[in-house]
């Protein structure tokens, strides 16, 4: 049950009762109902859409994790734990390969999975741990997240020679997972020793507007040995899983419960995601994301359509509403300003 808090806290339920972010968030997790809906941008904007803000009138001054509260959406940060080295090499080109064989991979390990003394896993554990006592008090939501085992490979073999991989060189795929498996359940005790984020991601970007990339043949021989491997360890710190793929991932999301995972994100509309329907088939799912974020350039007419048809399943329980993906440059300050308004309306009628 939420705790009474003074008025300077935080918002007034209807009910007279006060919630903090981190509660909030919860409530909603677990299918329970909140004063209100969270307010927040789970992968706030592209860099050329805050360039225009500033040049719109945006203060530059305002932090760049600060410019969420500014606009009057809840406080959320991410830490994406690294698993390479910061003088990793770089590909020769944009999905470019790394390594291509067992041997390669042997060589290149120097520069993978850091240990905590490693300068960039330090750098992130003092954001954990600066952010801790506001996290305490229930006014920072925080998360934090891994490469996984379709997007870590991927880095590795790059981009083609990845989807080949899975014939080519099973072998090393499953060494580079079963590594990496390793590696971030090695390193929990100490993201838990700072603090108990509100959830985790597992980054994949896995499926694209027609669906999957790869089949649940090979979703079940390649990935699923790995989720099994690190999901009940992330989940004995009572810890919520949610899998990170772009495109529709709709047939993807049983495959997805059967390795414990509990939800997904961003459920991008522009590739045919129906998060209706996907609430149907999956009642007990768990969803952020869905807001199609093409109709933000539109305007208020637009976006309220948007909300509309999310109405419901923001009504279900087990569903954050937010942009279905970075917000993009062509977004003008005026109209964030509205979507954010309307989110923050949609967000308390959903309880009601």
């Given at each position: 049950?939420?705790?009474?808090?003074?008025?300077?806290?935080?918002?007034?339920?209807?009910?007279?009762?006060?919630?903090?972010?981190?509660?909030?968030?919860?409530?909603?997790?677990?299918?329970?109902?909140?004063?209100?809906?969270?307010?927040?941008?789970?992968?706030?904007?592209?860099?050329?859409?805050?360039?225009?803000?500033?040049?719109?009138?945006?203060?530059?001054?305002?932090?760049?994790?600060?410019?969420?509260?500014?606009?009057?959406?809840?406080?959320?940060?991410?830490?994406?734990?690294?698993?390479?080295?910061?003088?990793?090499?770089?590909?020769?080109?944009?999905?470019?390969?790394?390594?291509?064989?067992?041997?390669?991979?042997?060589?290149?390990?120097?520069?993978?999975?850091?240990?905590?003394?490693?300068?960039?896993?330090?750098?992130?554990?003092?954001?954990?741990?600066?952010?801790?006592?506001?996290?305490?008090?229930?006014?920072?939501?925080?998360?934090?997240?891994?490469?996984?085992?379709?997007?870590?490979?991927?880095?590795?073999?790059?981009?083609?020679?990845?989807?080949?991989?899975?014939?080519?060189?099973?072998?090393?795929?499953?060494?580079?997972?079963?590594?990496?498996?390793?590696?971030?359940?090695?390193?929990?005790?100490?993201?838990?020793?700072?603090?108990?984020?509100?959830?985790?991601?597992?980054?994949?970007?896995?499926?694209?507007?027609?669906?999957?990339?790869?089949?649940?043949?090979?979703?079940?021989?390649?990935?699923?040995?790995?989720?099994?491997?690190?999901?009940?360890?992330?989940?004995?710190?009572?810890?919520?899983?949610?899998?990170?793929?772009?495109?529709?991932?709709?047939?993807?999301?049983?495959?997805?419960?059967?390795?414990?995972?509990?939800?997904?994100?961003?459920?991008?509309?522009?590739?045919?995601?129906?998060?209706?329907?996907?609430?149907?088939?999956?009642?007990?799912?768990?969803?952020?994301?869905?807001?199609?974020?093409?109709?933000?350039?539109?305007?208020?007419?637009a976006m309220r359509a948007e909300f509309e048809r999310l109405y419901p399943v923001m009504r279900s329980g087990g569903f954050i509403p937010s942009c279905d993906h970075q917000t993009p440059p062509g977004v003008s300050l005026e109209n964030y300003r509205t979507y954010v308004?309307?989110?923050?309306?949609?967000?308390?009628?959903?309880?009601?």
């Open positions: 049950m939420p705790r009474r808090r003074n008025a300077a806290d935080g918002e007034k339920g209807s009910d007279g009762w006060h919630m903090t972010n981190v509660e909030r968030f919860r409530a909603v997790m677990n299918f329970e109902k909140p004063d209100r809906l969270p307010v927040i941008e789970w992968a706030s904007w592209w860099g050329d859409t805050v360039t225009r803000w500033y040049n719109e009138g945006l203060d530059k001054t305002i932090p760049w994790d600060r410019i969420q509260t500014h606009f009057g959406l809840d406080y959320i940060q991410r830490v994406w734990m690294p698993v390479v080295t910061p003088d990793c090499p770089k590909p020769a080109f944009h999905g470019g390969p790394l390594i291509s064989s067992e041997e390669e991979y042997d060589s290149f390990k120097r520069y993978l999975y850091p240990d905590p003394s490693c300068e960039n896993v330090r750098r992130k554990m003092d954001v954990l741990a600066s952010l801790a006592e506001e996290h305490e008090r229930g006014d920072a939501l925080l998360w934090y997240s891994f490469d996984g085992f379709f997007w870590f490979p991927r880095t590795l073999l790059g981009i083609e020679d990845h989807l080949y991989s899975f014939y080519d060189e099973p072998e090393l795929y499953h060494r580079i997972c079963s590594d990496l498996a390793e590696y971030i359940v090695s390193r929990l005790p100490d993201i838990y020793a700072h603090v108990k984020p509100d959830f985790m991601v597992i980054s994949e970007d896995m499926s694209y507007n027609n669906g999957p990339m790869i089949s649940e043949e090979l979703f079940d021989e390649f990935l699923l040995p790995y989720y099994n491997r690190i999901i009940p360890e992330i989940k004995k710190y009572g810890t919520r899983v949610i899998v990170d793929t772009d495109g529709d991932v709709s047939m993807m999301i049983p495959w997805l419960k059967r390795a414990g995972v509990d939800g997904v994100l961003p459920l991008e509309r522009q590739a045919g995601v129906d998060l209706v329907r996907l609430r149907r088939e999956h009642p007990d799912f768990l969803f952020i994301g869905g807001f199609d974020k093409m109709t933000m350039p539109k305007g208020e007419s308004r309307l989110l923050r309306e949609y967000a308390e009628k959903a309880v009601k």
